[in-house]
């Protein structure tokens, strides 16, 4: 059985492989303004990384350096991201599907997570991904604790595409998301059931 074909033949995963996006009125500052590429979204929960956040305390060469790992060529352009308040000391890579190992999870069909020190390595290397986002920690929600935030005017939904996920430009992507699905932010209402 092909990749595409068990994407295809598993559940539904509802907003798995969407971007989330915080309303203005968000309440909880760590989520004020984020887009959350979800991951994950079933019926036991969901799981997500943030994708417009940059640590400036933390930088790859840093890491790989505090792991063990030779940084020889690992280039200073990438970044780490704040992935959400769980598990925020684990790092998860967000990439594009031409890097592939047993523990990938395989997302939709252009993007793929991996939790694996192998995939640093390889970062480090040169022989990552073509594309990557690595995140410490992760958002997650309870079964139907997303809905919930949703229905509440928590959050927006929009289709993913590769510069939102991984294009650099980090404080532009929450705007971007926003002018992707047609909405001025300055017209949305905070309260449920109001325009």
């Known amino acids: 059985m092909s990749d595409s074909s068990k994407i295809l ?5 509802y907003l ?10 968000m309440r909880d500052p760590r989520f ?6 979800m991951c994950a979204h079933n019926d036991d929960g969901a799981m ?29 352009k ?10 925020s000391g684990r790092g998860f890579v967000l990439h594009s599907r031409d890097y592939l190992q047993e523990a990938t999870m395989v997302v939709d069909h252009d993007v793929a997570m991996t939790a694996t020190i192998d995939i ?12 990557s986002l690595l995140a410490l920690g992760y958002a997650g929600w309870g079964p139907g604790q997303l809905d919930t935030e949703i229905k509440s005017n928590g959050w927006l939904h929009v289709a993913a595409d590769s510069d939102l996920v991984f294009g650099p430009d980090q404080d532009a992507k929450w705007q971007r998301a926003m002018d ?7 017209m949305l209402s905070n309260d449920v059931g109001h325009a």
């Open 9 to 13: 033949d598993e559940p539904p995963q």
């Open 16 to 25: 798995a492989g969407q971007l989330i996006i915080a309303m203005p009125g």
């Open 32 to 37: 004020e303004k984020s887009v959350i590429y």
């Open 48 to 76: 997500g990384l943030v994708v417009n956040r940059a640590l400036e305390s933390l930088t790859f060469p840093d890491m790989l350096e505090q792991l063990g790992i030779d940084s020889e060529g690992a280039g200073a």
């Open 78 to 87: 990438i970044s780490v991201h704040f992935g959400g308040p769980v598990e």
């Open 120 to 131: 640093l390595k390889a970062i480090a290397g040169g022989e990552g991904p073509r594309q």
């Open 180 to 186: 992707k699905i047609g909405i001025d932010p300055r």
